[in-house]
């Protein structure tokens, strides 16, 4: 089944306590994203990708990191969480030539005290 | 920042009824606008998309209007559902740094009640 996963769904953690949330994809896609949703902002682009080890910044991308070693794989990393990122996090990917069909992830929801 | 504006934010359709919900964009990279729907605890998912050489597409009780000149389009649901209600996001294929990048709307929560 085509998909993209997201690990972990559920995650409560403290200011300033490092956290990476994993995605992976197994449609061979190029291009990787992550977006935040927030209550009355909709979704917004933290980090894209359009290949591996090819990153670069979307909309909202301070405080975040991410790396592409791998294809399949676009880990999200928070190096120092704060309150402000508490957020529901969803990651998506495409292939390279159909722009509109992204495939999104079922959501990491993070709550940062 | 380019944007794409969404309208309204909120809705509340009788079953039967018909849901319109509305985009505006500023400048896009290509005429290429698709509507994602997403049910609470999911991700978005596409539900349906317009190309560019044509003004209208509809696929089921969905149609999508776009209007070149005036650099809208638009969401239309013929004989709204319950099982309708959900988030829909608009979104626009905008020029990011050396690539296209999807830029959504801020979403409506559609409520169908019956």
Redesign the interface.
């Given at each position: 089944e085509a998909q993209v996963t997201q690990n972990p769904r559920y995650l409560i953690t403290v200011t300033g306590k490092k956290l990476t949330v994993t995605c992976s994809q197994n449609m061979n896609h190029e291009y990787m994203s992550w977006y935040r949703q927030d209550p009355g902002l909709g979704l917004r682009q933290i980090y894209y990708s359009m290949n591996v080890e090819v990153t670069d910044k979307g909309d909202v991308p301070e405080g975040y990191k991410v790396s592409r070693k791998e294809k399949r794989n676009f880990p999200l990393i928070l190096e120092s969480p704060s309150p402000n990122q508490t957020s529901l996090y969803f990651c998506a990917s495409r292939n390279r030539v159909i722009l509109s069909e992204q495939y999104f992830g079922p959501g990491t929801r993070l709550t940062v005290t | 920042?380019q944007q794409v504006k969404?309208s309204p934010?909120s809705l509340i359709v009788q079953k039967g009824g018909i849901s319109i919900i509305n985009c505006a964009y500023e400048n896009t990279a290509f005429d290429?606008?698709?509507w994602y729907q997403q049910f609470p605890?999911?991700?978005?998912?596409?539900l349906i998309?317009i190309r560019p050489d044509v003004s209208e597409k509809k696929e089921g009780r969905f149609t999508i209007s776009f209007n070149k000149s005036a650099k809208q389009f638009s969401l239309h649901i013929m004989d709204s559902q319950p099982g309708d209600s959900a988030t829909y996001?608009c979104?626009a294929?905008l020029q990011?740094?050396?690539?296209?990048?999807?830029?959504?709307?801020?979403?409506t929560k559609l409520s169908v009640i019956p």
């Open positions: - | 920042q969404q934010q290429y606008f698709p605890g999911k991700g978005p998912a596409l998309a996001f979104a294929p990011g740094a050396g690539s296209y990048q999807l830029t959504f709307g801020k979403g």
